[in-house]
């Protein structure tokens, strides 16, 4: 798979947002609440032309004051009402578009913890994240103001289009020659604009990666001395990047002129032809006022309605991603009666838990990577007896790590067992082995916090004397003394303001603090 690419649809299609029923089903009271709103918000602006009508042919026309106290108040009236609605519209869209991407966040985060070891492996950090935060961002905000846009948009354009028959049917029938080709005019250019725009984010992610292997690898390319070539292809990318700028910016050039275009010829049109049934007197001066307030007001509910519609479909791709992270499942799972009797990572039923002795067998273990095509192990046996200290030797791709990983249960194999204590590990849940597991990373990884922070990662309910006496089995006490902060100095982003052997030494004492078998 290539994760820089961006799949997108050319059509609507219901089925990736159907898959995201369950996440909209919460909050329908408030989005019926939105879509209330924004109807009494366009009944409201549809009203205004109305008002404006009766001005010019009651008080300009007849040059009379009457009734002008109750015009005031009723218009008036209206627009208190349509503030109080878009008021209320936006706090109520401001929650579910907080609140819909929170869920979605959350419920990736929490099915994250659950894959296995191999979709890391395999999956980039940064598309992890482009899923998590910026795709769960967009979902939040089309649905609390695009699709409502959407319903607003639909009622004013209907609501104008019954106004002006209404008004007058044969000035409608000009705004219905004129108005269906401005929106196919923007349907084609909001679909030109959409590809392009897609090209545009495929290439800035290119950008960020590079940015990213530029500032994370700057020691390594200083050391081989390849600056050059990094600039080079950062240059590529940025030249990629803004020749789509470029197009984008045409493509707007040439689609808003030719809009202000057709608008001034449909004003025209209006005014030319109003013009003349005024002076024969067959309408009056307030309906020509008022049909060309709708006919003017009506470009962009139908230009919304493009953008809109464009950004739903180009969303449905960022929508299949996400789903299908969160239908991922692990590589490595439970099985239902191990779960009943062991519980699961997040209810774990610990009473249920043996003591472990630390027995481990491989019995003819054959393994090959998902991914892969030729057997890492085959019919692979050893044996450690509890207590054994091993170390495993071989050259570079004999399969240590694997050996590992398997142990771990980061993997299980293609074929064979490997017993714990004599049994089955597939027989226990991943919880109880490894919690009775400590491991150290060739490279250690640190979370952002203190050192104290980092160690207590081994045992969350340790108290600070624990955490100074594993500190001080593998003599870290000494370095961290150094510190003026001591143990509360923080690491960094990833412990970068620490050396590399002294990430490794506060990783061995989270190791000794959890205290494994």
């Not at 519209?89 to 991407?101: D, N, S, Y």
């Not at 610990?350 to 057997?375: A, H, L, M, Q, S």
Request: one cysteine or more; glycine letters at 8%.
């Amino acid at each position: 798979m290539n994760y820089y690419e961006e799949e997108g649809y050319s059509s609507f299609n219901i089925r990736p947002w159907l898959k995201l029923k369950r996440f909209f089903k919460p909050y329908t009271g408030k989005l019926i609440g939105l879509t209330i709103m924004m109807f009494i918000t366009a009944l409201m602006d549809l009203s205004i032309p109305l008002f404006q009508k009766y001005a010019v042919d009651n008080f300009i026309a007849k040059s009379s004051l009457e009734g002008l106290k109750v015009f005031v108040g009723a218009y008036g009236a209206v627009l208190i009402t349509m503030a109080l609605a878009v008021t209320i519209f936006i706090r109520l869209a401001i929650v579910v578009e907080m609140h819909i991407g929170m869920d979605l966040r959350k419920e990736i985060f929490e099915h994250l913890q659950n894959l296995s070891l191999s979709y890391y492996n395999t999956t980039p950090v940064g598309y992890i994240l482009a899923r998590t935060l910026s795709d769960t961002n967009k979902i939040g905000s089309m649905i609390a103001w695009g699709l409502v846009d959407v319903f607003w948009s639909l009622a004013y354009v209907t609501g104008a289009f019954v106004a002006m028959l209404m008004l007058n049917v044969r000035l409608t029938l000009i705004v219905g020659l004129v108005v269906p080709i401005m929106a196919v005019i923007t349907v084609y250019f909001q679909n030109k604009i959409l590809l392009t725009s897609r090209e545009m984010r495929k290439v800035n992610s290119k950008m960020t990666g590079a940015f990213n292997e530029g500032i994370t690898g700057a020691k390594t390319s200083k050391t081989l001395v390849i600056e050059d070539k990094n600039l080079l292809e950062f240059k590529d990318i940025s030249k990629a990047l803004e020749g789509s700028a470029v197009n984008l910016a045409r493509l707007n050039a040439l689609y808003i002129p030719i809009i202000v275009f057709f608008g001034s010829v449909l004003t025209a049109l209006v005014l030319a032809r109003g013009g003349i049934l005024a002076m024969d007197g067959i309408i009056q001066i307030g309906t020509l006022s008022a049909f060309l307030s709708y006919a003017v007001n009506i470009f962009e509910p139908v230009q919304q309605l493009a953008r809109t519609f464009a950004e739903i479909i180009s969303l449905q791709a960022n929508i299949e991603r996400v789903t299908d992270l969160l239908e991922k499942e692990p590589l490595i799972k439970d099985r239902e009666d191990v779960i009943e009797v062991y519980g699961d990572n997040i209810n774990p039923k610990r009473e249920n838990w043996e003591e472990i002795k630390g027995e481990i067998e491989f019995k003819n273990v054959t393994f090959k990577y998902p991914d892969g095509d030729e057997e890492v192990l085959k019919n692979f046996n050893l044996y450690i007896p509890a207590g054994t200290n091993v170390a495993i030797v071989g050259e570079t791709g004999a399969g240590k790590s694997t050996l590992v990983n398997l142990a771990c249960r980061f993997y299980e194999p293609t074929e064979g067992q490997i017993l714990i204590d004599g049994k089955d590990y597939r027989e226990r849940s991943q919880l109880w082995l490894h919690s009775n597991i400590g491991y150290v990373l060739q490279t250690p990884h640190l979370f952002s916090g203190t050192i104290k922070d980092n160690i207590r990662y081994g045992n969350l309910v340790a108290s600070d004397e624990d955490i100074m006496e594993a500190a001080r089995i593998v003599s870290l006490d000494t370095i961290i003394n150094k510190f003026e902060k001591g143990y509360d100095t923080h690491v960094g982003e990833g412990g970068d303001r620490l050396s590399t052997g002294e990430k490794q030494l506060i990783s061995i004492a989270r190791a000794i603090l959890a205290n494994p078998k």
